[in-house]
């Protein structure tokens, strides 16, 4: 029995090989974030190396992205990553919203909320840890940002509008 239920995940898992995502390679910056925001050397490096993978349109795999299901699983991660801050396409959205993005982009780096932990595991992507200096200068970056966009817009078109739920028809 165990033999057969052996050989049965081996089929599977063979199989399961012929079988990968999209990947994420279309690297259009038409829209990028550094279209409309200074990027110094010291922080587009940073992005490169800690950001970009999982936060622009083009994604450096790894070789283990060609073995399933872990190339399902860094899809999954891509895909949720440029849900939450997609570098790629950061000046499209409207500028309360990029406001409000890099709001959020200094606080996960603050509280160490980004990068994931899982992007780091077992010493992998060790270029993404991010040393204290580095930390402070995306930081330091992302809240500058906000402040020349402080100065350049009217502050409540940098207010997020609240969402009220549609009213019940009666």
Same mark, same amino acid.
């Given at each position: 029995?165990?033999?057969?239920?052996?050989?049965?995940?081996?089929?599977?898992?063979?199989?399961?090989?012929?079988?990968?995502?999209?990947?994420?390679?279309?690297?259009?910056?038409?829209?990028?974030?550094?279209?409309?925001?200074?990027?110094?050397?010291?922080?587009?490096?940073?992005?490169?190396?800690?950001?970009?993978?999982?936060?622009?349109?083009?994604?450096?795999? @790894?070789?283990?992205?060609?073995?399933? @299901?872990?190339?399902?699983?860094?899809?999954?991660?891509?895909?949720?990553?440029?849900?939450?801050?997609?570098?790629?396409?950061?000046?499209?959205?409207?500028?309360?919203?990029?406001?409000?993005?890099?709001?959020?982009?200094?606080?996960?780096?603050?509280?160490?909320?980004? @990068?994931?932990?899982?992007?780091?595991?077992?010493?992998?992507?060790?270029?993404?840890?991010?040393?204290?200096?580095?930390?402070?200068?995306?930081?330091?970056?992302?809240?500058?940002?906000?402040?020349?966009?402080?100065?350049?817009?009217?502050?409540?078109?940098?207010?997020?509008?609240?969402?009220?739920?549609?009213?019940?028809?009666?």
């Amino acid at each position: 029995m165990v033999k057969k239920t052996l050989l049965g995940l081996g089929f599977i898992f063979i199989l399961i090989q012929f079988f990968h995502p999209e990947k994420n390679l279309s690297d259009d910056r038409t829209n990028d974030i550094s279209t409309k925001y200074p990027l110094p050397e010291n922080v587009k490096q940073v992005f490169e190396v800690a950001c970009n993978d999982c936060h622009s349109n083009k994604t450096v795999y @790894p070789w283990y992205n060609n073995i399933q @299901p872990i190339a399902w699983m860094l899809n999954h991660h891509v895909v949720d990553g440029k849900r939450h801050f997609n570098f790629s396409t950061f000046t499209k959205m409207p500028i309360a919203v990029q406001n409000h993005k890099l709001e959020e982009l200094a606080e996960q780096v603050e509280k160490k909320e980004m @990068p994931l932990a899982s992007y780091t595991y077992f010493g992998l992507h060790k270029e993404a840890n991010l040393t204290e200096e580095q930390r402070t200068l995306i930081i330091d970056w992302a809240r500058t940002q906000m402040d020349s966009l402080k100065a350049q817009y009217p502050a409540d078109s940098l207010k997020m509008k609240r969402r009220t739920p549609p009213k019940e028809a009666k």
